[in-house]
């Protein structure tokens, strides 16, 4: 399996890796059913001795956490767990600093717990506006989270081209998720060139298409 350092982080991790969402609820197009919780850790453990070593999961999918926790495929050596937190971001609702730091902070411990690590590889906040990170408060609550050695490098998944342009301009994330697909490339011109530069990891989601580029809808 191809290994490739992951932005400016420390870590070496497959080129190919592993979103967890469906081992944690019913997700994706078509008929679908979510694997037992013994199935979902046998994937998790072929997946690993087949060569994947970055594993990308979410406080809010469901159930995920935990299986991974159970499988212990994070305490294996060069396996690396990305997780998310800030799910309230995505939804574009209206919060406060101190209302988002309470609620993160809550998260990113039960992903401790659920995953069974003191400190977390990589988390990144589920969504942000632009206007969100130039204001500089998810930076100030990660950093104090980096602080606490309770996460080790910081991202962000985004939508849009505005905001991760403003995350990568903030020169503070280690990573940035986007969407990208054969079917969807539009990030490629400004903001993967851009990321680049700045040597900000890339983690690619929604490279399936939720199943609409696999046999799924057939």
């Known amino acids: 399996m191809p290994q490739k350092k992951l932005g400016r982080t420390n870590f070496l991790v497959s080129r190919i890796g592993l979103g967890t969402v469906e081992l944690g609820y019913t997700y994706g197009i078509g008929p679908r059913t979510m ?73 990113v411990d039960e992903s401790r717990k659920k995953l069974d690590m003191d400190t977390l590889p990589l988390v990144m906040f589920h969504g942000g506006s632009k206007k969100q990170i130039e204001e500089g408060g998810l930076i100030e609550i990660m950093q104090q989270l980096k602080d606490e050695k309770k996460v080790a490098y910081s991202g962000i998944t985004t939508r849009g081209e505005e905001a991760p342009m403003a995350a990568i301009q903030s020169n503070f994330f280690d990573a940035l998720q986007v969407p990208y697909s054969i079917l969807d490339q539009r990030m490629s011109k400004a903001v993967l060139a851009e990321a680049e530069k700045k040597n900000i990891g890339i983690v690619a989601r929604s490279v399936l298409l939720k199943g609409a580029l696999t046999p799924a809808v057939v």
């Open 35 to 107: 694997p037992d919780e013994t199935d979902a850790i046998k994937l998790l453990r072929e997946a690993v001795e087949m060569g994947v070593t970055f594993f990308d999961t979410a406080h809010f999918y469901g159930s995920a956490e935990e299986r991974i926790g159970k499988s212990g495929i994070a305490k294996m050596e060069g396996v690396i767990v990305a997780t998310k937190c800030g799910h309230v971001l995505d939804k574009a609702l209206a919060i406060t600093k101190e209302e988002l730091e309470k609620e993160v902070r809550k998260e």
